[in-house]
C-alpha cells in the first residue's frame, strides 16, 4: 500500500490480519474497504477497537446508519453504492471478529 490515508490503520493487528486475509483474493477490494473502514473512523471520531466492541449494538446500528445517510446527503451515492451496499467494509470487518 502506497500513501495511503489510512494505512495507519494496518498498525493495528486485527485490521492488519482482516486486511491481508481479503488481500488473499484480490487487493482492490481490502483497500476500498480500508479506506471505507477509517473514513468511518475519522467522521466519528472513534477506532477499530471501539467499533468491535460496539458491535451489534443499537448506538453501533445508529451510528453506521447516521454515518450511511450523511454520505448520501453529501452526494457520495456512488461511493454508498459500491462500498456500503454491495459489501459493507464495516460490517464485514466486525463479523470477521464474532466468531
Known sequence: MEKAKYKDLLKDEDVKRWFENLAAKSYVTPTV?????????????????????????????????????RLE????????????????PLLVFVQRFER
Do not use: M, W
Open 73 to 88: 446527503g453529501e452526494g457520495e451515492g456512488r461511493l454508498l453504492h459500491s462500498e456500503v451496499q454491495e459489501g459493507p
Open 33 to 69: 474497504y480500508l479506506r471505507t473502514l477509517g473514513l468511518f473512523c475519522e467522521l466519528n471520531r472513534t477506532d477499530p477497537k471501539s467499533i468491535l466492541r460496539a458491535a451489534g449494538t443499537k448506538d453501533f446500528r445508529d451510528s453506521f446508519s447516521d454515518f450511511v445517510r
